[in-house]
């Protein structure tokens, strides 16, 4: 394979590398700011609805990073 082909596909993947990197930094932003509702409503004696818990945010938290 050409030398610019090799560097048009590579500059391709980093693109989308990038844009999946975005994605996941803010999905992760999105959760975090869920947990910190969810532990602030559990602070307050809030029933929180169980598929929404703080377990399962954390966990989801974790397999961003």
């Known amino acids: 394979m050409a030398t610019a082909a ?3 596909l590579l500059l ?3 693109k ?3 844009a999946d990197l975005a994605f996941s930094k803010e999905r992760c932003s999105q ?3 869920e947990n910190r509702i969810l532990r602030e409503a ?3 004696g809030v029933k929180i609805i169980p ?3 703080h377990t399962t945010v954390l ?3 974790k397999s961003c990073q």
């Open 6 to 8: 090799k560097a048009k």
């Open 12 to 14: 391709r993947e980093l």
């Open 16 to 18: 989308t590398v990038k």
């Open 31 to 33: 959760l975090e700011e």
């Open 42 to 44: 559990r602070d307050k």
């Open 51 to 53: 598929e929404l818990n």
């Open 59 to 61: 966990k989801s938290i």
